[in-house]
């Protein structure tokens, strides 16, 4: 089972994919965005051209496959902190009307190559916003702070979701035990009909 968590900055999902980790003694695959843009030789929060930003991008997703194909090599538990869906909305968050074409083809394949990727995805969990007073977080990240930024970032994410072919959890606002508990529950519930189809089979033969 690899769980690929995703959802808005500040919504809590690094923690909450960390504890799941941890409590479950099982591999945690974190973010490589920031090592993305230090290979690029920019931070996340500089003023970046768009078409440099898509260069990190796409080696953010190129980490990240490395990452999830090292994690299903092992047939183990694994859980991610982010997915490619994270990656094509904030992508298209920074796509503006007057893009030269071919940046926008440019992007639409990036955006296409990440929605492709989570479509073969079996877990993903969408961790909603939970409120918090995102300018308190003192991280540096672009936007921290920006209420609307974040709003917007969840409702792409949310209706790539809903366009995708991927099965996915929402992981509803509450504290980290009520979190980790509604990822507990989807795990377990996940595992007893992985038990009860594997005995239908052992039945029929």
Not at 161 to 187: H, K, N, T, W
Request: charge should be negative; hydrophobic fraction near 40%; charged fraction near 25%.
């Amino acid at each position: 089972m690899i769980l690929c968590f995703t959802g808005t900055h500040g919504s809590g999902k690094t923690t909450l994919a960390q504890e799941i980790a941890k409590r479950s003694q099982c591999a945690f695959y974190p973010s490589l965005a920031s090592k993305a843009h230090e290979m690029a030789g920019v931070k996340a929060s500089d003023d970046i051209p768009f078409a440099k930003r898509l260069d990190v991008q796409e080696t953010i997703l190129k980490l990240w496959s490395l990452q999830y194909a090292d994690a299903v090599s092992r047939g183990q538990v694994a859980v991610f902190d982010r997915c490619p869906l994270d990656f094509a909305a904030y992508t298209l968050a920074d796509v503006t009307r007057g893009l030269p074409h071919d940046l926008a083809v440019r992007a639409e394949n990036y955006i296409k190559r990440c929605v492709g990727v989570v479509n073969e995805l079996d877990h993903v969990l969408l961790v909603l916003p939970h409120g918090a007073n995102l300018g308190n977080r003192g991280d540096g990240k672009p936007d921290a702070a920006n209420k609307a930024y974040e709003g917007h970032i969840h409702y792409l994410l949310f209706g790539m979701l809903m366009d995708s072919d991927a099965p996915f959890e929402v992981i509803e606002p509450g504290s980290i035990e009520e979190r980790v508990d509604q990822v507990c529950e989807y795990m377990n519930d996940v595992w007893n009909e992985s038990a009860d189809e594997t005995e239908r089979v052992r039945r029929r033969l």
